[in-house]
């Protein structure tokens, strides 16, 4: 078996091992698109449609359009090129928007997504965060950004054929099918805890009456424990071990061991990990290297260890940590 990129053993011996919970846990969104495969591994599906995914590649996949009775929404005629090839394809979403929890944090102040995601190993971790993320197809990542959820009027039509979600770009609402309003519940819950996000008295009460409404599911309790699995923890409002009431204290542990993971970033993950080289500069990146993420992917060809990457003429990042 061919050695990979691991934590070194040091790691352990630091006390951090608590931190890391589970060694196959992501540790940045490009790990986690790859592994979100194995929470749907028997149901491939978008989450807002239903749509059936055939994989391709490491992390995308391909909508089956007519079997979940999706139509492009094309609103000023006939739709571009363009459009149509993101819609028929899946993209890994976050639930909760990133953005939400990156506004929060210093470097997302100083650069934005980017500048986080080369430089916070916190915020790689959040974005990386499995309870947060699904499949969607690709038009509709894109119409819904970071537009909240909530009810929209009654006046809006339907968008995208069958597909029971309704996008109100104006009033800034997203309205998605009832049978998943409820888990879509405990995930703003799971990520409001965890990571001290704020929900107004409007959102809370939202929530709360979808989470009732839409109970736990056995596809949600199915996902739900294979997340865990990979993760080392649970989301407690799926589990029943916290219950959310109006006035919730968050508890934030997600953002407690900032200086922790900081310490840890030369080490970067427990989980195995890509070395990616650039095909042109013939330079390849460690994942605990600045430029890390910021390669354009056209341009990636990964490894499994440095060596396979330097026996094919590919040389260090001159920035990447000694």
């Known amino acids: ?4 990129w691991l934590v070194a053993s040091g790691l352990l011996a630091s006390g951090l091992l608590s931190v890391f919970a589970f060694a196959a ?9 790859v592994l979100l495969k194995q929470v749907y591994q028997d149901k491939p599906q978008t989450f807002y449609c239903d749509c059936p995914i055939s994989w391709v590649g490491r992390s995308g996949g391909r909508v089956d359009h007519a079997a979940c009775g999706f139509a492009v929404y094309s609103p000023k005629g006939l739709p571009s090129a363009a459009t149509l090839a993101r819609a ?14 990156g506004k929060q944090l210093q470097c997302w102040q100083k650069g934005g997504r980017k500048n986080c995601q080369q430089n916070d190993p916190l915020f790689n971790r959040i974005e990386a965060d499995l309870f947060n993320l699904t499949y969607a197809v690709g038009q509709i990542n894109g119409l819904r950004s970071d537009l909240p959820f909530g009810m929209v009027s009654t006046t809006l039509t339907a968008q995208f054929g069958q597909c029971d979600i309704k ?24 990520m409001a805890d965890r990571y001290n996000l704020t929900l107004s008295r409007q959102d809370q009460q939202l929530y709360m009456a979808w989470h009732l409404q839409d109970p736990v599911s056995a596809i949600e309790q199915q996902r739900h424990a294979r997340t865990a699995a990979l993760t080392g923890r649970s989301n407690p409002f799926i589990s029943g071990a916290e219950q959310w009431s109006l ?8 953002l407690v061991v900032k200086e922790q993971l900081a310490a840890a970033a030369p080490s970067a993950s427990m989980a195995v990990t890509p070395i990616y080289g650039n ?7 460690r994942p605990d290297c600045p ?3 910021s390669m354009a992917v056209s341009n990636r060809v990964s490894f499994d260890t440095v060596l396979e990457a330097e026996a094919q003429g590919y040389r260090q990042a001159n920035n990447c940590p000694k």
């Open 291 to 293: 430029n890390y993420l």
């Open 25 to 33: 846990e992501p540790t940045n969104f490009e790990q986690a698109k």
């Open 1 to 4: 078996m061919r050695t990979r």
């Open 247 to 254: 006035g919730y204290k968050t508890r934030g542990d997600g």
């Open 167 to 190: 996008i109100d770009t104006q009033n800034r609402k997203v309205q998605p099918k009832m049978t998943i309003r409820g888990d879509i519940a405990r995930v703003a819950f799971y």
């Open 88 to 101: 028929a394809r899946s993209e890994v979403e976050h639930i909760i928007p990133i953005s939400w929890v």
């Open 279 to 285: 095909r042109r500069s013939k330079i390849y990146h």
